[in-house]
């Protein structure tokens, strides 16, 4: 029987994949828990593997190609089986609702058998083999290439066998961060980059010729819009016009807070320390500040018709990576100390940047932050990050002339800017919970009462 491989749903907010690249060719045996291709979602690119065991009959798409969830990917099947009326079943749209499974849970119940037309799974190559999920399939003893100088036998995902394949490695020479010692992609990847480089013939470098102006005008370079670009355009377009905005400014006294962050790097150099940020510091003044402030803490529900007045507090930190934008989660922030919030800050802010993160990291915030300040903005508007009641948009500190006492003298000053979903958060109680945050601001030290 003709199985069919749908696009799984790999994120909250994924309503369609591009397929990357194939891994296997039509006609190949697969088993259950082989990767067949990589698909590109809007937060990040992830492996694609297969429940069931058969032949790949066909690939259904071509690399490039975006599918809906619960598009038709692919066919399996046992060999020279006619799949001509499955095919026709989609092509007429009887087959596939459009709304594919979420990609199971490390150590879910993957053993429960798929329903027909959900074959496919998001694969997280460093997730541990739970049960019912089938290993990787072995290899003849023969491959010497997979097995070390003892004769053990060397475990490798499909995908890092494929690439040290293609890169000439040798897998007994690499070192395994998978669970177990598992060779994964990114240890294969790693090993690729140590690898030294043969030198090049020099090349003549090509004297700067001015083009003549003709007038012509020239045509415009295109680029398919990525995954990541759509989501940020669909959810934020979604945000701006359905979440009434307004916005809230105040100029924060940041003399105190520089100086506390001074000591505290200071400490925390002495102790081999993660040093903290004004970042840091913002973060946990916003996270103490929320627990006072349960409106600016809510999200608004329509479908349910609720409000959800959240007990924890997870901070997103927006992160600007090459193609657009991602906010990874601080989670109970309030309970954190600044060194612990600096070194998860700049793990997952480096995890955005390679792609790597997993949807655990980017989900179920409850406000979120957006800073230019290093850019030298000194003030602007975010748009708000459903389902947040708000953002807060933190501009750059400067050195400004302020008046204490009746005496012009030297201030470091910083603007930041709250975006309120005004069915959520009034007017008074935006500018209460900013209030707040600039008591904790202006004297640090209540962020440790």
């Not at 945000?239 to 940041?254: A, G, Q, R, V």
Request: include cysteine; hydrophobic fraction near 40%; charged fraction near 30%.
């Amino acid at each position: 029987m003709a199985i069919p491989v749908e696009m799984p749903k790999m994120s909250d907010t994924m309503e369609e994949g591009v397929l990357v690249s194939w891994l296997v060719d039509e006609g190949a045996k697969v088993s259950a828990g082989d990767i067949i291709a990589q698909v590109e979602t809007d937060k990040a690119t992830m492996d694609l593997e297969v429940y069931d065991d058969g032949v790949l009959l066909k690939r259904v798409i071509g690399e490039g190609d975006a599918v809906p969830i619960g598009g038709l990917i692919a066919v399996l099947g046992e060999e020279g089986e006619d799949v001509s009326d499955l095919l026709a079943r989609y092509e007429s749209g009887g087959a596939g609702d459009g709304q594919a499974p979420e990609a199971p849970e490390p150590g879910g119940p993957a053993a429960e058998a798929p329903s027909a037309g959900k074959t496919a799974r998001a694969a997280d190559e460093t997730a541990p083999v739970t049960n019912g999920e089938a290993e990787a399939v072995e290899e003849p003893v023969a491959a010497s290439a997979d097995r070390a100088p003892d004769g053990a036998r060397i475990k490798a995902s499909p995908l890092a066998k494929k690439l040290a394949k293609e890169h000439d490695l040798d897998l007994g020479k690499v070192r395994g961060s998978g669970p177990e010692g598992r060779i994964v992609k990114r240890d294969i990847e790693e090993a690729i980059s140590r690898k030294p480089v043969p030198a090049e013939e020099p090349v003549e470098t090509p004297k700067f010729v001015e083009a003549p102006v003709t007038g012509e005008a020239r045509a415009p370079e295109k680029a398919r819009i990525s995954q990541m670009r759509k989501a940020i355009a669909r959810r934020l377009s979604e945000s701006k016009f359905t979440s009434p905005h307004f916005y809230l400014t105040i100029d924060i006294d940041m003399d105190r807070a520089v100086e506390a962050r001074e000591r505290v790097n200071e400490v925390a150099g002495r102790h081999g320390l993660q040093k903290v940020s004004f970042n840091d510091i913002i973060t946990k003044a916003c996270a103490v500040a929320l627990r006072q402030h349960p409106a600016v803490n809510s999200s608004y529900l329509q479908e349910q018709g609720e409000i959800h007045y959240h007990k924890d507090v997870h901070v997103a930190v927006a992160v600007a990576i090459d193609e657009g934008l991602m906010t990874p989660v601080i989670r109970h922030a309030d309970q954190k100390g600044l060194t612990q919030i600096a070194v998860e800050t700049r793990e997952l802010a480096r995890k955005a940047r390679d792609r790597k993160l997993q949807p655990e990291e980017w989900e179920g915030s409850t406000f979120t932050t957006s800073n230019l300040g290093m850019f030298g903005i000194e003030e602007f508007t975010a748009i708000i990050n459903p389902p947040n009641a708000c953002i807060l948009a933190i501009g750059a500190i400067r050195d400004v002339p302020v008046v204490e006492k009746g005496e012009l003298t030297a201030g470091k000053r910083m603007k930041v800017t709250l975006s309120c979903d005004h069915r959520l958060v009034d007017g008074a109680t935006g500018a209460r919970f900013l209030d707040t945050l600039r008591n904790y601001l202006e004297e640090p030290l209540n962020l440790l009462l």
